[in-house]
């Protein structure tokens, strides 16, 4: 007798969610036999999640359009609650899965709970220690934790994070993470870049200094702080030029305005689509980034990070050699990326240290792991870092550009 699919909710509503999940999403899809997947979008971000949905052709059943200008987080939680609960009543689902640590996926997970639906947690376990840092994300983590039902954690050390807060062994997979199986799709050595900006940084032959920054604590100072150190680096290597994707915050953009005003070889465009910005990061020599996603991305292009942060909720990348925790100061942010840009051998060190994220299975054994979740095969075997392939998605000859 065939066995009745169990049908899975996927909720999610930014661009790094969105580019995390697809692979899950692709992956369960072609296992139709076991789930029947419904994808349902808050669009907490709306212009940057559309462009990942149609990189990866995914159509959502449900999308609930939340975004409006200067939304606070009281908004954004009680708009995810009000508009989730109809669709969870429709379609029933046996599980939701969430994923990160968005304000979406809190509010995600307590909907589900209120009705008594189990949740599955992608990218969990995930720690600084630190309630305001990154905020709201690390309290969103640990509030989603309690709510969780099955674990999908990306690294033994999120895992005992896990351990450590009393969750079960059982209701723990470590699978590495799913950013890395979406970079194996995207990353292109014949691409081709579509902004113009972008394609006269990487047409220009300077090493490449990729830079993105959004944290909320570091708006102000800290962010200017930052700029200051980029525009100093660039007038003293004259063979190096920044590429600065500009976050759409207003706060963010007016810091920008004030400290690159007729900087030479600083190239500021718009946000990139995914398959851009992936592939622009391919490019590049160095990537300075207050993102936490980075940290596990680049590493597996072979780019060392230069994180603009205090504490990083990804210690597995500190200790393997693939970034360094800079912080914000000028004095800092100039002088570790200095020492990259002057010594081969400090940069061959951090770009050849093993990425500790992932193997560009994650999806298959998230998949394999629902499949155990409801009695449909077994635990599958989890991600080692040990048996990972290093720089396997970093498909571009090195001799093709002078960025390399």
Wanted: with cysteine; net charge neutral; charged share 25%.
């Amino acid at each position: 007798m065939k066995q009745t699919p169990q049908k899975v909710l996927i909720v999610f509503g930014t661009r790094p969610e969105a580019i995390k999940m697809a692979p899950v999403i692709q992956a369960l899809r072609t296992a139709d036999d076991f789930f029947r997947v419904t994808v349902a979008v808050t669009a907490q971000h709306r212009e940057m999640l559309d462009q990942v949905l149609r990189l990866f052709d995914i159509v959502p059943e449900y999308d609930l359009n939340i975004m409006r200008e200067d939304q606070t987080l009281f908004e954004v939680t009680a708009r995810v609650l009000q508009e989730l609960e109809p669709v969870l009543r429709e379609v029933r689902p046996d599980i939701v899965l969430v994923h990160g640590d968005t304000t979406t996926t809190f509010a995600a997970a307590l909907a589900a709970f209120y009705l008594k639906i189990a949740v599955g947690h992608v990218e969990a376990g995930l720690r600084t220690g630190e309630k305001y840092a990154p905020f709201p994300e690390e309290i969103n983590r640990r509030l989603a934790a309690v709510l969780t039902d099955l674990h999908f954690a990306p690294t033994v050390r999120a895992r005992t994070a896990l351990l450590q807060e009393g969750i079960a062994p059982e209701k723990i997979l470590v699978t590495g993470n799913t950013v890395i199986d979406a970079l194996y799709q995207v990353v292109r050595s014949d691409h081709r870049f579509e902004d113009p900006v972008v394609a006269a940084a990487v047409e220009s032959g300077h090493r490449l200094l990729l830079v993105t920054t959004h944290r909320r604590e570091n708006w102000g100072e800290p962010l200017a702080s930052v700029y200051r150190a980029l525009k100093r680096l660039v007038l003293a290597y004259p063979d190096v030029a920044v590429v600065f994707p500009v976050h759409r915050n207003p706060l963010v953009r007016q810091t920008v305005r004030e400290v690159f005003t007729a900087c030479p070889r600083v190239y500021l465009t718009e946000p990139l689509s995914y398959g851009e910005f992936a592939n622009l990061m391919a490019r590049s020599f160095l990537v300075l980034t207050d993102s936490g996603g980075l940290q596990e991305e680049a590493p597996a292009l072979g780019k060392p990070v230069l994180v603009l942060r205090a504490v990083t909720e990804r210690p597995e990348a500190l200790e393997a050699g693939t970034v360094e925790l800079v912080g914000t100061g000028e004095e800092c942010v100039f002088n570790a990326a200095a020492r990259l840009l002057s010594d081969s051998e400090a940069y061959r060190r951090m770009a050849a240290a093993v990425n500790p994220y992932g193997d560009g299975r994650a999806a298959e054994r998230i998949t394999a792991g629902l499949r155990n979740y409801f009695g449909l095969g077994p635990r599958p075997d989890e991600f080692s870092p040990a048996c990972s392939v290093g720089h396997k998605v970093f498909q571009v000859p090195v001799g093709e550009r002078k960025n390399f």
